[in-house]
């Protein structure tokens, strides 16, 4: 029972929402080490699938590279077997799902299946401008370091990723707030400042 208790009350099951570029990955991983639970991105797991070539893999590609969303199925999914495992049961950090309201209309029902909720929404905010100004320089740093550069973050493709943010994602975040679970965050400050006011606004919301 105690261990049980215990276990609960170190639940934490979040969203991190916000547009390309916001930081969200940034902020996940960080979040993520702070408690100790895995970061969850849909993006990652979709490259992962490209790179291995599987079936999955070879539907998405194509869409990734030209910055459209991938079929809602295949990212639900994915999420759902990930669910599942041993590593996400003390929570997790979804990052870069639900990217539509049709996708977090499907991860209510599976957290339900699964005897489980989320805890709270972050959303980063961050204008447009800055938005390809970041994904620029994400580029450039990665051609610098020697390491592979994002097809999608080519400044055409991200055009595109932001018209599909504003078109299918943006109305998630309303799909939040009325649920009381929404939390935005300004994105523009420093990358510390940022994840502590996450990790301030998260630390009393693990549920018992
Ligand atoms: P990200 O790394 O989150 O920027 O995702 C890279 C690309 O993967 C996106 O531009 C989409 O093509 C695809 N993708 C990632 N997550 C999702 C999702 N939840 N729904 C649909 N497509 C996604």
Do not use: W
């Amino acid at each position: 029972m105690l261990a049980h208790l215990i276990e609960e009350a170190s639940k934490m099951q979040m969203i991190m929402f916000g547009p390309p570029g916001a930081g969200k990955g940034t902020q996940s991983k960080r979040v993520a080490a702070h408690y100790s639970i895995p970061q969850l991105s849909t993006g990652d797991m979709l490259r992962d699938a490209v790179a291995a070539g599987t079936p999955l893999g070879m539907r998405a590609k194509d869409l990734m590279e030209r910055g459209a969303l991938v079929g809602d199925d295949i990212v639900v999914a994915c999420v759902r077997q990930r669910l599942m495992d041993a590593d996400t049961q003390r929570g997790f950090i979804l990052d870069g799902f639900p990217r539509t309201v049709a996708q977090a209309v499907e991860l209510n029902e599976v957290l339900t299946e699964i005897g489980r909720r989320l805890d709270i929404v972050i959303e980063l905010s961050v204008d447009d401008d800055e938005l390809e100004k970041r994904i620029a320089a994400r580029a450039r740093n990665a051609a610098a370091a020697g390491e592979k550069v994002r097809v999608d973050d080519d400044p055409q493709t991200v055009k595109l990723r932001l018209r599909e943010f504003y078109n299918n994602t943006q109305p998630v975040s309303e799909f939040y707030r009325s649920a009381g679970l929404l939390v935005k965050v300004d994105g523009l400050r420093d990358v510390e400042q940022v994840t502590s006011e996450i990790i301030n606004l998260t630390k009393d919301v693990r549920h018992f």
